[in-house]
């Protein structure tokens, strides 16, 4: 008998004590007063918060050291996390009903599940990062993009949309991780777009890039009719994609874009202002047009193919169509027309192909040099003989 009762005794010691240990893996650390994440009186535990801790910002604290990967993060109404020169890591949810500030070029916030700041901030001061890799991001409450960088580096993800303002757009945006990133609504980015891994999903939506795109690996992509829209002045460069639904678009104040990879979309748009787009060594192959209505077009080398059939497979309607080198045809070996009803042609150098029809009823065509080959499909009884050039 006394053996037994020994035995009981044991028994619920042991787990007495292994529920002591689990508790304290997945305890909770409030802070009790303003201060240093560092410090450890501040904290409710009375220790600086470790790794697998809840952690619950109850007052104003500034981060002023990498911390311990904690689990759950929340910063309650009213309070500021400010984080500086440092890495604050958070491998549970992050909850944020007060004001997360990144206030530093060196702040890296990586929140490695849930995030939702719904009721609260998400303030960028400087150039750090906020990384995102769960599968919900909710929303960034009010967001101030400053010279900041969001990078969503999960698997399948949605893009949060921004472009209520200036100020409360993305700065900088990566596509990282794995799967498909899939943009919400309609976004500006006033930095760059770079896509390091995975495909980014317009979804229909336009997409204002105020910079450059960039690319290492993966894709820009859309199920449906999208748009990439340039809209403001400077020199931009935009990389290699294929999505037959995305239409690259130019629109107000002067500037340029430039190709740096080979692109294949469905069409390129020269809408307003007096921006130069050009092609200069890379092959672009369009769906289904290319319009110039503003600025200029132009091409010193490489090729470019609109494979449409139709009489607006190109169109000039005001700007420029400058061929100063390369290969530029329109429509495939039947049918195709380059219309134009306004602006300038300058031919100067390179080859242009005309599947059918160069249609002109206003406008002025310069050619000093150079080769314009005009229905040079094989066969018959294609357009209209009267409006042909």
């Given at each position: 008998?006394?053996?037994?009762?020994?035995?009981?005794?044991?028994?619920?010691?042991?787990?007495?004590?292994?529920?002591?240990?689990?508790?304290?893996?997945?305890?909770?650390?409030?802070t009790l007063s303003s201060g240093?994440?560092?410090?450890?009186?501040?904290?409710?535990?009375?220790?600086?918060?470790?790794?697998?801790?809840?952690?619950?910002?109850?007052?104003?604290?500034?981060?002023?050291?990498?911390?311990?990967?904690?689990?759950?993060?929340?910063?309650?109404?009213?309070?500021?996390?400010?984080?500086?020169?440092?890495?604050?890591?958070?491998?549970?949810?992050?909850?944020?009903?007060?004001?997360?500030?990144?206030?530093?070029?060196?702040?890296?916030?990586?929140?490695?599940?849930?995030?939702?700041?719904?009721?609260?901030?998400?303030?960028?001061?400087?150039?750090?990062?906020?990384?995102?890799?769960?599968?919900?991001?909710?929303?960034?409450?009010?967001?101030?993009?400053?010279?900041?960088?969001?990078?969503y580096d999960g698997a399948n993800?949605?893009?949060?949309?921004?472009?209520?303002?200036?100020?409360?757009?993305?700065?900088?945006?990566?596509?990282?991780?794995?799967?498909?990133?899939?943009?919400?609504?309609?976004?500006?980015?006033?930095?760059?777009l770079t896509l390091t891994a995975?495909?980014?999903?317009?979804?229909?939506?336009?997409?204002?890039?105020?910079?450059?795109?960039?690319?290492?690996?993966?894709?820009?992509?859309?199920?449906?009719?999208?748009?990439?829209?340039?809209?403001?002045?400077?020199?931009?460069?935009?990389?290699?994609?294929?999505?037959?639904?995305?239409?690259?678009?130019?629109?107000?104040?002067?500037?340029?874009?430039?190709?740096?990879?080979?692109?294949?979309?469905?069409?390129?748009?020269?809408?307003?202002?007096?921006?130069?787009?050009?092609?200069?060594?890379?092959?672009?192959?369009?769906?289904?047009?290319?319009?110039?209505?503003?600025?200029?077009?132009?091409?010193?080398?490489?090729?470019?193919?609109?494979?449409?059939?139709?009489?607006?497979?190109?169109?000039?309607?005001?700007?420029?169509?400058?061929?100063?080198?390369?290969?530029?045809?329109?429509?495939?070996?039947?049918?195709?027309?380059?219309?134009?009803?306004?602006?300038?042609?300058?031919?100067?150098?390179?080859?242009?192909?005309?599947?059918?029809?160069?249609?002109?009823?206003?406008?002025?065509?310069?050619?000093?040099?150079?080769?314009?080959?005009?229905?040079?499909?094989?066969?018959?009884?294609?357009?209209?003989?009267?409006?042909?050039?």
């Amino acid at each position: 008998m006394s053996f037994c009762k020994n035995l009981i005794k044991i028994i619920f010691l042991l787990s007495f004590y292994f529920t002591s240990i689990n508790f304290d893996l997945y305890a909770s650390n409030s802070t009790l007063s303003s201060g240093n994440w560092n410090t450890s009186s501040i904290w409710s535990s009375g220790n600086v918060p470790s790794a697998g801790e809840d952690v619950v910002i109850a007052h104003d604290v500034t981060i002023d050291v990498n911390t311990n990967n904690i689990n759950n993060l929340t910063i309650n109404t009213s309070i500021t996390l400010t984080v500086g020169a440092y890495t604050l890591t958070v491998a549970g949810n992050s909850d944020i009903n007060g004001t997360l500030a990144i206030n530093n070029s060196s702040s890296i916030v990586d929140c490695n599940s849930d995030f939702d700041a719904t009721s609260g901030n998400i303030t960028f001061s400087a150039a750090g990062f906020l990384k995102l890799s769960g599968s919900t991001i909710t929303s960034f409450g009010t967001f101030t993009r400053s010279s900041g960088t969001v990078e969503y580096d999960g698997a399948n993800q949605t893009v949060l949309a921004l472009s209520s303002s200036s100020s409360s757009s993305y700065n900088n945006l990566i596509i990282n991780g794995t799967g498909t990133k899939t943009l919400a609504g309609t976004s500006k980015i006033y930095g760059d777009l770079t896509l390091t891994a995975s495909d980014f999903d317009l979804n229909g939506k336009t997409l204002y890039l105020k910079e450059n795109m960039t690319r290492s690996s993966g894709n820009l992509i859309s199920g449906s009719s999208a748009n990439i829209t340039i809209d403001n002045s400077g020199s931009h460069n935009i990389c290699a994609f294929s999505d037959n639904d995305v239409t690259i678009k130019t629109t107000s104040t002067g500037g340029s874009v430039t190709t740096t990879g080979d692109i294949s979309c469905k069409s390129i748009d020269l809408t307003s202002g007096t921006k130069t787009f050009l092609i200069d060594g890379e092959t672009v192959n369009l769906e289904e047009d290319l319009v110039i209505t503003a600025g200029t077009f132009q091409m010193t080398s490489g090729i470019l193919n609109i494979n449409s059939n139709s009489g607006t497979s190109a169109v000039v309607e005001g700007g420029t169509l400058d061929l100063d080198g390369g290969t530029l045809t329109v429509g495939n070996s039947t049918e195709g027309d380059l219309t134009m009803t306004s602006g300038t042609m300058d031919v100067s150098n390179g080859i242009l192909n005309i599947a059918d029809e160069l249609d002109v009823s206003n406008g002025t065509i310069t050619q000093s040099g150079g080769t314009i080959n005009i229905k040079s499909y094989v066969g018959s009884n294609n357009g209209s003989s009267s409006a042909k050039f």
